[in-house]
């Protein structure tokens, strides 16, 4: 049966939408989006007053601060009404541009500050809302979500203290491993996914890419990834790859086997252009390696696509690798924060996701499904029709 459409159903509540300050950009975007769409629907369709009482208004954004005492201690103040309200709550917790002051000195923020001002707000809402949806592009701590050994099981440990504070379900995007979600079985966890804004916006940048077996490949950086590798290979009818670490075992060096070797699994890259996909970059040091190796086998072109672009040690590594040809370009998305000098550099390409939550976001304000959002696969298949007729 089929779904229903979000824009021909009635609004589970009145929408509300909290940026954190480390989102404030892509929160501006994604509500002059949402305001823009309902204006418009308007006037295409024939709802009664009380189904549109808030599709007029030009502002869904909820006005709050999270002030900070002399010793670092915050809290955290919403200004207005949400009595009753659908809110959203979008917040990136690696945002390390976002700074406070702590005894007359400027602090940057750590992922554990964003988290605790995360659940700051929720406190702050008292239990009013209708429904608390957490959107959290970077799953926190999402790194930290097995236990090999007496470790912190940090991940899980987080979500089950969202959900213990009435947070409804937590959306988030390419999770490093989705079965995180196991810890919370009954709250809603949705992982999108941004295959088909990458596939678009590398077609786009690349309208000469000729995508077919011959000419083009797919190369997962480590086994951890082999399986978002496969997905893409498979919609676009290509080859896929994968390198892996052969380490010697009976030395450590820093909490760390040393690496012997970088072994691929994977048919020749000879004269193909290559796309590495996996979801961060932090040093860049895997990547790296790997596009090194890749152009050692003689690869035509390797461009490297990453939903996060975190950049932990900063791009003078990259700027290095390109000048030396190691790669010739590298996607991120606007999911997590990007220095502001990475967009002038001639091999960067930016992903702007604002349209994409957006869409999520009035999707389940209308409580309706996102099955349709979560499977791109035909909206993919008709990109690659339209780059194969031209």
Do not use: W
């Given at each position: 049966?089929?779904?229903?459409?979000?824009?021909?159903?009635?609004?589970?509540?009145?929408?509300?939408?909290?940026?954190?300050?480390?989102?404030?950009?892509?929160?501006?975007?994604?509500?002059?989006?949402?305001?823009?769409?309902?204006?418009?629907?308007?006037?295409?369709?024939?709802?009664?007053?009380?189904?549109?009482?808030?599709?007029?208004?030009?502002?869904?954004?909820?006005?709050?601060?999270?002030?900070?005492?002399?010793?670092?201690?915050?809290?955290?103040?919403?200004?207005?009404?949400?009595?009753?309200?659908?809110?959203?709550?979008?917040?990136?917790t690696?945002?390390?541009?976002?700074?406070y002051?702590?005894r007359?000195?400027c602090?940057?923020?750590?992922?554990?500050?964003?988290?605790?001002?995360?659940?700051?707000?929720?406190?702050?809402?008292?239990?009013q809302?209708?429904?608390?949806?957490?959107?959290?592009?970077?799953?926190?701590?999402?790194?930290?979500?097995?236990?090999?050994?007496?470790?912190?099981?940090?991940?899980?440990?987080?979500?089950?203290?969202?959900?213990?504070?009435?947070?409804?379900?937590?959306?988030?995007?390419?999770?490093?491993?989705?079965?995180?979600?196991?810890?919370?079985?009954?709250?809603?966890?949705?992982?999108?996914?941004?295959?088909?804004?990458?596939?678009?916006e590398?077609?786009?940048?690349?309208?000469?890419?000729?995508?077919?077996?011959?000419?083009?490949?797919?190369?997962?950086?480590?086994?951890?990834?082999?399986?978002?590798?496969?997905?893409?290979a498979?919609?676009?009818?290509?080859?896929?790859?994968?390198?892996?670490?052969?380490?010697?075992?009976?030395?450590?060096?820093?909490?760390?086997?040393?690496?012997?070797?970088?072994?691929?699994?994977?048919?020749?890259?000879?004269?193909?252009d290559?796309?590495?996909?996996?979801?961060?970059?932090?040093?860049?040091?895997t990547?790296?390696?790997?596009?090194?190796?890749?152009?050692?086998?003689?690869?035509?072109?390797?461009?490297?696509?990453?939903?996060?672009?975190?950049?932990?040690?900063?791009?003078?590594?990259?700027?290095?690798?390109?000048?030396?040809?190691?790669?010739?370009?590298?996607?991120?998305?606007?999911?997590?924060y990007?220095?502001?000098?990475?967009f002038?550099?001639p091999?960067?390409?930016?992903?702007?996701?604002?349209?994409?939550?957006?869409?999520?976001?009035?999707?389940?304000?209308?409580?309706?499904?996102?099955?349709?959002?979560?499977?791109?696969?035909?909206?993919?298949?008709?990109?690659?029709?339209?780059?194969?007729?031209?």
């Amino acid at each position: 049966m089929a779904s229903r459409n979000f824009q021909d159903s009635m609004p589970l509540a009145p929408l509300k939408i909290v940026a954190m300050g480390n989102c404030k950009e892509i929160g501006e975007k994604v509500n002059d989006i949402i305001c823009s769409r309902r204006k418009e629907a308007l006037h295409t369709s024939n709802k009664p007053d009380f189904m549109t009482a808030d599709y007029d208004i030009d502002n869904y954004l909820v006005d709050f601060d999270v002030p900070r005492f002399g010793t670092g201690e915050g809290r955290a103040i919403i200004n207005e009404s949400i009595r009753g309200c659908d809110l959203f709550i979008i917040s990136d917790t690696v945002n390390y541009h976002e700074s406070y002051d702590m005894r007359g000195k400027c602090t940057q923020m750590s992922p554990d500050d964003h988290f605790m001002d995360l659940k700051r707000i929720i406190m702050a809402c008292s239990g009013q809302p209708r429904r608390i949806t957490v959107i959290m592009p970077y799953l926190y701590e999402g790194r930290q979500h097995l236990r090999l050994i007496n470790e912190s099981l940090d991940c899980a440990q987080a979500m089950q203290e969202l959900v213990a504070m009435g947070v409804e379900t937590i959306i988030t995007f390419d999770a490093h491993d989705n079965r995180v979600q196991n810890a919370i079985p009954n709250h809603g966890f949705d992982n999108f996914f941004t295959s088909y804004q990458f596939i678009s916006e590398i077609l786009h940048t690349h309208p000469s890419l000729q995508v077919d077996g011959d000419h083009l490949m797919m190369v997962s950086p480590d086994e951890g990834g082999m399986r978002r590798a496969v997905y893409y290979a498979n919609l676009l009818g290509v080859d896929m790859g994968m390198f892996y670490k052969r380490r010697d075992y009976s030395v450590m060096i820093e909490g760390e086997h040393p690496v012997v070797s970088m072994e691929f699994l994977g048919n020749d890259v000879r004269g193909k252009d290559v796309i590495i996909v996996d979801d961060m970059i932090a040093s860049g040091k895997t990547v790296l390696e790997v596009a090194t190796e890749l152009k050692k086998r003689d690869a035509a072109s390797v461009i490297i696509c990453v939903t996060f672009g975190l950049f932990s040690d900063g791009i003078k590594r990259l700027d290095d690798a390109y000048q030396q040809g190691i790669f010739d370009s590298i996607y991120t998305t606007n999911l997590c924060y990007c220095p502001k000098e990475l967009f002038s550099k001639p091999y960067y390409h930016n992903v702007d996701l604002s349209r994409y939550i957006a869409l999520i976001v009035d999707t389940l304000n209308h409580d309706t499904s996102v099955n349709e959002i979560l499977d791109a696969t035909s909206r993919i298949q008709e990109l690659l029709d339209q780059h194969a007729s031209r």
